[in-house]
């Protein structure tokens, strides 16, 4: 667990890679702020059918890009086998497995197998539900297939009651869950448990006041043109201003 007097880690990028342009642009104005880290999603799990569902495959040459032109790490969330194949073969740096994945066991067993053997850190969100058990069990599979470099985001829950919240926080529970395995670097996902940008300070001072090890928080040169998430991510400059509101040593 984090010592009080460390540098938190710092992922930032938008929620879904959307066009060459938005992709680089975001990363290079994020790289000028610090970020070395860039979280994109390619292929995106929205709740109704016929929205936008990601680029897919072809986004990942823009994630090479901003690797090969900018030096920058590069990560997105894998939620079937045939994702971990195509990212691992394009050189993609880490993966994050998503809130609908980690629910389901059998789709976790699956990824845990396709994902046996690479040598790359793997972040796992919490499930939906406030279930911590599914939550441990989500990175037992991964442990059992031979992962060694396991990361924990905590993205807030589903609930009926949740506002002012997307998805309530439950700091408590996730509290409990981190002591299950204290070893593992946690971070908290701001932008999906406050769904808004007004919510994103005291989201992060809350995080921050329990020594998370880092924030993973969604970030779009346009963000009002976003094509998913548009409520709650920052431009560049607006992240920058909140680091800076956050003052905490950031590794950055
Ligand atoms: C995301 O990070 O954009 C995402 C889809 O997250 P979650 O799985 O937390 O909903
Ligand atoms: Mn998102």
Known sequence: MRKEQNKIGLVAGPCSAETRVQMLETARALKHIGIKTIRAGLWKPRSRFGSFEGVGS??????????????????????????VEETMKAGIDMVWIGAR??????????LAESLRGCNIPV????????????????VERLLHAGLKDIRIIHR???AIDHLPYRNVPLWEQAEHFRTRLPDMPFYCDP????????????????ALSLHVD??????????????SDASQQLTPDALAELLNLLNVPIEK
């Not at 972040?123 to 989500?138: F, Q, R, S, T």
């Not at 932008?191 to 809350?206: P, Q, T």
């Open 123 to 138: 972040w796992v969100k919490n499930p939906v539900c406030p279930d911590i058990e599914l939550w441990v069990g989500a």
């Open 214 to 227: 880092g924030l993973f928080i969604e970030s779009h040169c346009c963000p009002q043109k976003a094509l």
């Open 58 to 83: 072809c986004g990942l040459v823009w994630l090479n890009e901003v690797q090969q032109e900018l030096g920058l790490k590069v990560m997105t969330e894998v939620a079937l086998p045939s994702h």
């Open 101 to 110: 994945t980690t629910v389901n066991p059998f789709m976790m067993n699956e």
């Open 191 to 206: 932008s999906h448990i406050a769904g808004k940008r007004e919510l994103l300070l005291s989201v992060c001072e809350k």
């Open 156 to 158: 807030g829950f589903c």
